[in-house]
């Protein structure tokens, strides 16, 4: 066998329809309550918020739904991604493992992000919306809506997180280029960004403060709608075309995964991928061991609790059942910022809580070094929050090396690295620390969940 595999799709093969998982869990998702009555909430209480079909989306049990032709035309340039074969990563570890990566770091902003971002603008086109708000954390999201939006004629703001605003000038520089706005947060140009600013002036901001100031934003003009890019149902739906293809592609490569990993921010990149070989198994196809892997110091889904709470700092999204440290945690600062959220998406929190999924854990030193290692193999630099996934890999495959078990290990390259050099350049230089969360804070903020009748 050479040592360059790669299973790739013709363009017919980009799927046409996405795969919504609620379909096939046993058990529905848990309400999303009003944040003011605590009542559940209907399509109308989104409605200023996202466009009618993303709403639908958002509550629907559909098995299928259709992926429209403009949208589709739009993935084609990137899509089906490559699913590789690691061999050269195989051989330095010398593990019978079978490794196999998703790469998702081909698409225009060198991740999955795209997939999302491409269809939440078209559906705000579709329905006359000009201008869109939005947060970021290290950037990619608000660069994968730039891109949308100059694809799309549409107006983009995006709320980037203060501390990645000044470490990551490429990624602001990129959405300016797609004709976006982008302001560091918190801001004044909101009230919820004056506020944190009035009690702490140096705050570095976190992504439930940026939400806060987007969904502001967005409800003061008619003509403005937001958009996130984890989390929720509809984005978690839109990534599943990473999963469908890569079960395809399994097929050419005559292998299915043992084992599927992915690294959890909000969950969207993870869910892409797991999704569609957790829906085999529960219609029952074959079993997959699937892991979620996040940082140490933001572990929400190993640390937190599965309640109710808020997805933004000022408490104006709704109640979501989901693993939270809290809307009032802050982590300390990591390389992976796209990683840097307190909550999971209800749907990957849900899937954890009820077995289909175990999460882990990791600190940042010890992903960078896995990313080195897959790097000097492979070829391509994963971006740092990849690098949580790529570790697991790693120890997985040197797992199957101690017990002499050959495993077949799929995991999500969700991005490359290509505009996080400094991060890099901080890890080479021994500037990159593992930092700890304080015990204390995450306390305090998990005893401040809002309380709501089972
Ligand atoms: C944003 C991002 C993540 C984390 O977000 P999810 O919604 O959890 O996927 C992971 N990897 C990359 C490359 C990202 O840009």
């Known amino acids: 066998m050479s040592d360059t595999v790669k299973y790739l799709l013709s363009e017919e093969d980009l799927p046409k329809q996405w795969y919504n998982i609620v379909a096939d869990l046993p058990n529905p998702p848990a309400a999303v309550l009003h944040p003011a009555t605590g009542q559940p909430i209907g399509p109308a209480d989104l409605a ?5 079909a993303v709403i639908q989306q958002e509550v629907s049990s559909e098995r299928y739904i259709d992926i429209p032709k403009p949208v589709r035309d739009i993935l084609r340039q990137w899509r089906p991604s490559p699913l590789y074969r690691a061999r050269r990563l195989e051989r330095a570890l010398d593990t019978p493992a079978r490794i196999y990566y998703k790469y998702e770091g081909v698409s225009p902003a060198g991740s999955h992000k795209p997939n999302t971002a491409i269809a939440q603008a078209f559906y705000s086109k579709q329905e006359g919306v000009r201008r869109i708000t939005t947060e970021t954390g290290a950037g990619q999201w608000g660069s994968s809506l730039s891109l949308a939006g100059a694809l799309f004629g549409l107006e983009i703001e995006v709320f980037m997180v203060k501390v990645s605003y000044h470490q990551k000038p490429y ?12 302001i560091a947060s918190p801001s004044d140009m909101t009230e919820a960004g004056r506020a944190v600013l009035q009690a702490n002036p140096d705050h570095t901001g976190s992504l439930g403060i940026a939400i806060s100031e987007a969904v502001e934003r967005a409800v003061q003009r008619d003509d ?50 797991a999704f569609p ?9 074959r079993k997959v061991e699937v892991i979620a892997t996040e940082p140490a ?17 000022a408490h104006l999204t709704p109640l979501v059942k989901m693993h939270t440290l809290g809307a009032t945690f802050v982590p300390p600062g990591f390389h992976a910022g796209g990683l840097r959220y307190h909550g999971m998406a209800p749907l990957v929190s849900q899937i954890v809580a009820e077995g289909y999924a175990t999460a882990r854990a990791y600190h940042q030193l010890e992903c960078f070094e896995a990313g080195v290692q897959f790097g000097r193999a492979e070829g391509i630099l994963p971006a740092p929050e990849s690098n949580h996934a790529v570790r697991c890999a790693i120890d997985e495959a040197l797992r199957c090396k101690r017990e002499g078990t050959p495993r ?4 999500n390259l969700s991005g490359h ?14 500037k990159l620390y593992d930092t700890e969360y304080s015990p204390e804070a995450l306390q305090k903020s998990l005893d401040s969940l809002p309380s709501v009748a089972a």
């Open 297 to 313: 110091n933001c572990p929400t889904l190993t640390k937190g609790r599965y309640a109710y709470d808020f997805g933004d700092t």
């Open 171 to 182: 990624r602001r520089a990129f959405m300016e280029s797609f004709g976006a706005t982008c």
């Open 277 to 285: 070989f957790i829906g085999e198994q529960l219609r029952g196809g």
């Open 408 to 411: 077949t290990i799929l995991f």
């Open 224 to 273: 403005t709608k937001y958009a996130l890019g984890s989390v929720l149902n509809h984005v978690l739906l839109h990534q599943t075309v990473i999963g469908i293809e890569a079960l395809r592609q399994f097929e050419l490569a005559n292998d299915y995964p043992d084992i599927v990993i992915g690294c959890t921010g909000g969950g969207s990149n993870f869910a892409g991928i």
């Open 48 to 52: 200023p918020l996202f466009p009618m």
């Open 417 to 430: 690295g290509n505009f996080d050099m400094q991060a890099y350049t901080d890890y080479f230089a021994g």
